[in-house]
């Protein structure tokens, strides 16, 4: 009976002293590990940038106000630009091509150099620019020589012309808006830009009408009252065909964007649907509500 004591008390001991024998070699990875990782955070370089979850501070009145006359400083002497370059007459398209590179960038900030920027758009699209401005006059003057003819002349051949024309002053009409903005923007050939345009503009007739009322306005204005023209002639040598351009540049941010983005323009369409879908249906549950 002593002996199986004994054992029973010496396998005591050895399951002690085993368990003993654990807890120290747990105790001695833990520590191994806490080291390994104190000089692996030691090797790892600390970034000394610090982030800012602060929200953009909003600008003051005077800011705004002072961004506001820098950015017409630098319409004003774009505008300067653009008029002597067209003084040639030939090369009224390069003009109107760099101008609207410069409003393009203008509009989304990331414009450089004024002087810089133009001329480089200018030097870059002069031989697209002259070709497809003369292209545009041969147009034009060929729709005066049958309007002229129709207004001198009261014959067979008149009814036909009225329609040749009015096609004709349609599609001159649609194409000639998108002209220079897509020759600022995409590189092609010049019947191939003059056909985009057209193309373009009978498939975003939103931005095409907002444009061609911005040019066509002050036109039939004129027309209307000469002397608005000769009071007001000056402004468009200072500032008002930059500003006019930088409107429009405006209108096709999101024309390069549904042409150049088509998948994100078609995923914010589809969310606007369902926002819009999502309303309807919380108006129709409180009109239910107010009924019960």
Request: with cysteine; charged share 25%; hydrophobic share 45%.
């Amino acid at each position: 009976m002593s002996k199986n004591k004994e054992n029973k008390n010496n396998k005591d001991k050895n399951i002690a002293e085993k368990i003993a024998g654990a807890e120290n070699s747990v105790e001695k990875g833990a520590e191994a590990k806490g080291a390994q990782e104190i000089q692996k955070e030691s090797t790892e370089p600390v970034s000394t940038i610090e982030e800012d979850d602060e929200p953009a501070v909003p600008l003051s009145r005077g800011q705004k106000f002072f961004r506001l006359f820098d950015k017409f400083g630098d319409l004003f002497v774009l505008n300067i630009y653009f008029f002597v370059t067209c003084i040639p007459i030939i090369t009224i398209g390069a003009a109107f091509t760099a101008l609207y590179s410069v409003t393009n960038k203008m509009v989304n900030d990331k414009e450089g150099g004024i002087r810089d920027e133009y001329f480089k758009a200018f030097k870059a699209n002069l031989k697209q620019g002259i070709a497809i401005w003369i292209i545009d006059l041969i147009v034009i003057y060929a729709m005066y020589l049958q309007y002229a003819y129709i207004v001198l002349n009261d014959n067979q051949a008149v009814r036909y012309l009225y329609v040749i024309l009015g096609f004709e002053f349609v599609v001159f009409a649609f194409a000639f808006p998108l002209q220079w903005p897509m020759v600022a923007r995409y590189e092609n050939t010049v019947w191939a830009l003059i056909r985009n345009s057209f193309i373009f503009a009978l498939t975003n007739l939103g931005t095409w009408f907002k444009m061609f009322y911005i040019w066509l306005f002050p036109v039939v204005l004129y027309f209307l009252n000469v002397k608005i023209f000769v009071y007001t002639w000056f402004l468009w040598a200072l500032i008002l065909t930059s500003v006019f351009a930088y409107t429009c540049s405006m209108f096709l941010v999101k024309f390069y964007e549904k042409l150049e983005n088509p998948e994100k323009v078609a995923e914010e369409a589809q969310e606007l649907k369902n926002v819009k879908k999502m309303s309807k249906e919380m108006q129709k549950n409180k009109k239910v509500a107010k009924k019960k």
